[in-house]
């Protein structure tokens, strides 16, 4: 009688390597979640040292991730425009961008990089682009090319509800039902009541409190306080009289669902499989503006 094999270790439909699960090809249909697996596969050591704090839970990355919203706050406080931040964005941008280009050509660079950043990257990323590109794209774009309370908003959207989305989900998510594949009811939940919270702060406490500053440019703000439930051009075409423009809590209520709202369909939309560092703050970005310029 043969003793019994030890069974096979379980690779995924991967090769195996070295103890530790191989990367898996875009072929596989599965490479944009690899690095949300709950083991690491080895290609960050940092990972595999610790695999809760660093690989599970990513507690640096969303530190990281949300501290970009609270120094948003603090520069928008001093009275600094986002005209004034977008040059520090791209100035930034493009050296991390050239970076991310030579690493890929020089395996030696490439873990170099990987020793010194490792804490705040996900495994997709060490033969994939870094996640602060496309971080700093989004919150470019977002600053550049919208009113400035609709741009603030948009980074804060970004920096807190996806991450409000990415913890409660992975918390959460398997005792709710799934919306599609990666985004579970719990996260989008999560992203939603952030966002509400974050409006909420933003336009009823926060802007109040620091006031308007004489270096704003006369279409600073889409979101004054008022909102205008039927437009006026819909009123006209169906003869309608009543006075329909609301203010005060009612008004900040209403816009802060919408926040909510469009948080987290932002989050939840994959973009032509983009990263959504980059297209959550344009999407929430185009959705409050959008919304306003019907309704503000």
Not at 13 to 40: E, Q, V, Y
Not at 124 to 136: A, F, M, P, Q
Not at 224 to 236: E, F, M, Q, S, Y
Request: with cysteine.
């Amino acid at each position: 009688m043969q003793p019994a094999k030890n069974p096979e270790p379980q690779t995924n439909g991967g090769a195996k390597t070295n103890g530790f699960l191989s990367p898996l090809t875009k072929a596989d249909g599965i490479a944009h979640s690899i690095s949300r697996s709950p083991s690491p596969m080895g290609l960050i050591p940092l990972h595999t040292r610790y695999r809760n704090f660093i690989h599970r839970h990513e507690i640096p990355r969303k530190v990281l991730h949300v501290s970009i919203g609270f120094f948003t706050l603090h520069l928008y406080s001093r009275g600094i425009q986002t005209t004034q931040i977008t040059p520090w964005l791209f100035g930034a941008l493009v050296p991390i961008a050239a970076v991310d280009l030579v690493r890929h050509r020089s395996e030696t660079i490439n873990k170099l990089y990987i020793r010194c950043v490792g804490a705040l990257m996900r495994e997709t990323e060490v033969k994939g682009y870094n996640g602060v590109i496309w971080y700093l794209l989004g919150a470019y774009a977002v600053l550049r090319f919208f009113p400035k309370d609709v741009g603030v908003m948009g980074v804060l959207l970004l920096s807190w509800c996806d991450t409000a989305a990415s913890t409660f989900g992975r918390l959460y998510g398997r005792h709710t039902f799934q919306l599609r594949k990666g985004k579970s009811f719990a996260g989008t939940l999560s992203a939603w009541l952030v966002g509400v919270i974050t409006a909420a702060a933003f336009w009823g406490l926060f802007v109040p409190n620091v006031g308007p500053f004489p270096t704003d440019p006369e279409d600073a703000f889409m979101f004054t306080g008022r909102l205008n439930l039927i437009p006026d051009t819909v009123k006209n075409l169906i003869g309608w009289t009543t006075d329909t423009v609301i203010s005060g809590p009612l008004a900040l209520g209403v816009m802060s669902v919408v926040s909510g709202l469009v948080a987290a369909g932002s989050e939840f939309v994959d973009l032509f499989g983009w990263d959504d560092n980059f297209t959550i703050p344009i999407l929430s970005g185009i959705g409050l503006w959008g919304f306003l310029k019907v309704f503000g």
